[in-house]
Nanobody, 117 residues
Framework: QVQLVESGGGLVQAGGSLRLSCAAS????????MGWHRQAPGKERELVATITSGGGTNYADSVKGRFTISRDNAKNTVYLQMNSLKPEDTAVYLCHARRFFGTFDYWGQGTQVTVSS
């Protein structure tokens, strides 16, 4: 089993930056994918960004050009660098991971990101 723990959330003014981290308790068999989702109150969970074990990335249109996802396989950690933050980015950000061809998703407990106007 894999446990995911997020960190780095907080309160930031619009235009500011935050860097989220997600540490996995153990490595995940390759190929795999890790990523970030977010959920705001009263809204459905949405995909933010993903990164595969091979380094391929995908982003939601709403964050392209502002967010960058990366990973450090030696540390079993994925990062989300968030720049030019907007109030609409306010949400609980959740880390997830799975084997690329697997069917079970691992989820972190989430970290709150609040962007003030």
């Amino acid at each position: 089993q894999v446990q995911l723990v997020e960190s780095g959330g907080g309160l930031v003014q619009a235009g500011g930056s935050l860097r989220l981290s997600c540490a996995a308790s153990r490595s995940i068999d390759s190929p795999n994918v890790m990523g970030w989702h977010r959920q705001a109150p009263g809204k459905e969970r949405e995909l933010v960004a993903t990164i595969t074990s091979g380094g391929g990335t995908n982003y939601a249109d709403s964050v392209k050009g502002r967010f960058t996802i990366s990973r450090d396989n030696a540390k079993n950690t994925v990062y989300l660098q968030m720049n030019s933050l907007k109030p609409e980015d306010t949400a609980v950000y959740l880390c997830h991971a799975r084997r690329f061809f697997g069917t079970f998703d691992y989820w972190g407990q989430g970290t709150q990101v609040t962007v003030s106007s």
